[in-house]
């Protein structure tokens, strides 16, 4: 994978390629950025682009992903095939499909490829460990070796306490390159060590651009890039149409026609306790997903609902529900609490909470929400 690979981010891809000319490339880099701005495949092309500088052999390796000395580490959790104590190292087959078909995909996107949608990933200690043992080795091919933490925020206390020794006191020539959705779950005592990189979202032109070279037509693709809000997995998902998307558009609709109708309403209160037991038996992973699908469709409503239309792209598959009835129910003097109330259930969720309660308790305060006067 190469810069001319990605997306965008000319003035960043600039940057790098300067810094490794220049051979003033810092030991620790944290890039910080939103799901789909290609964080992860640039830094694929910068590791690269330090090691290669150019030769063909050695881009191959790259390529495909097998250079001896480009390393990585991403969330794991036990499947199917890995029964116990879970690290990247075992998943590195995966991890290159993955890769190869979803550069840009998202950490649900990787827990399907695994097949533990239902549980939550992380980066253990067992995994700190085995960074240490695998730098402490020399090159393979004498030059530096780059470790690639991908979702950096997803590191218990233990592990990232030993890669702060490791950052501290870095093996020589050895690069690290974190990579965070994230920047506040990532311990200060790190990001201080680290250079920091922002990646914007994407421009609409580059979203655009890209799903025109896939074959997509001007008109779709102009949809879809200004519906994907920067986010280039989310555009390439649009122009699929997942199925994903039509689970969340039928939970939403039944969600908030049902909280509307239950106060005073015992039969409609019957269904949002069906409701939330139909979310509960769904994956962690795929709760939290919902939930910003959620905190997006109010956003827009509200947008709607003061006259922004042209910042509306929400388009409902059912034709019995309609986003223009539905946006004067969500306005100034209640949108505040709705997100607010969204915002804390992603954190129980996050937090291996009851998803049954969470979502029962979300759904009674939606109630008394909805009814609020604007």
């Known amino acids: 994978m190469t810069f001319d690979d990605i997306i965008g981010y000319e003035t960043i891809k600039k940057h790098l390629k300067d810094s490794v000319e220049a051979q003033r490339i810092p030991h620790a880099q944290l890039f ?50 890995v029964k116990k104590d879970p690290i990247s190292s075992l998943f590195l087959e995966d991890w ?25 990933g ?18 393979f091919e004498g030059g530096f070796k780059v470790m690639i933490i991908w979702m950096a925020e997803k590191m218990n206390v233990e592990s990232a306490n030993k890669l702060l020794k490791l950052l501290e006191e870095p093996p020589q020539k050895t ?89 005073g309403n015992k039969s409609a209160i019957h269904g949002l306790l069906q409701w939330s037991e139909e979310i509960a038996t769904s994956g962690r992973e795929k709760q939290k997903q919902f939930l910003f699908y959620c905190i997006e469709i109010f956003r827009q409503a509200m947008l709607l609902n003061y006259g922004s239309k042209e910042l509306v792209y929400a388009v409902f598959k059912d034709p019995s529900f309609e986003l223009q009835k539905f946006a004067p129910f969500v306005h100034g003097n209640n949108i505040e609490q709705i997100h607010q109330q969204l915002e804390e259930a992603l954190l129980h969720v996050e937090r291996n909470g009851n998803a049954r309660i969470i979502f029962t308790d979300l759904s009674i305060k939606l109630t008394r929400l909805l009814h609020k006067k604007p």
């Open 32 to 81: 910080v950025g939103n799901e789909g701005t290609g964080m992860l495949p640039m830094a694929i092309a910068y590791a690269s682009h330090i090691l290669c500088k150019g030769d063909t052999s050695c881009m191959t390796k790259c390529n495909h992903l097998s250079h001896p000395d480009m390393h990585f580490v991403f969330p794991t959790a036990t499947n199917n095939r």
């Open 96 to 120: 290159r499909v993955f890769i190869k078909e979803q550069p840009y995909g998202s950490l649900f996107d990787w827990y399907s490829q695994l097949g533990i949608e239902n549980k939550q």
């Open 122 to 139: 992380n980066i253990s200690v067992n995994e700190a460990k085995d960074i240490t043992s695998k730098l402490t080795l020399k090159a």
């Open 175 to 263: 690069i690290f390159l974190l990579i965070t959705e994230d920047e506040s779950s990532i311990l200060d005592t790190i990001r201080s060590r680290c250079q920091i990189l922002r990646f914007p979202p994407l421009s609409e032109n580059a979203i655009k651009k890209a799903l025109i070279q896939k074959g997509i037509t001007e008109s779709d693709a102009t949809r879809y890039a200004v519906q994907a809000q920067g986010n280039f997995n989310k555009a390439l998902q649009l122009s699929e149409e997942t199925e994903e998307e039509d689970v969340f558009e039928r939970w939403f609709i039944t969600w908030v026609r049902s909280a509307y109708r239950a106060k």
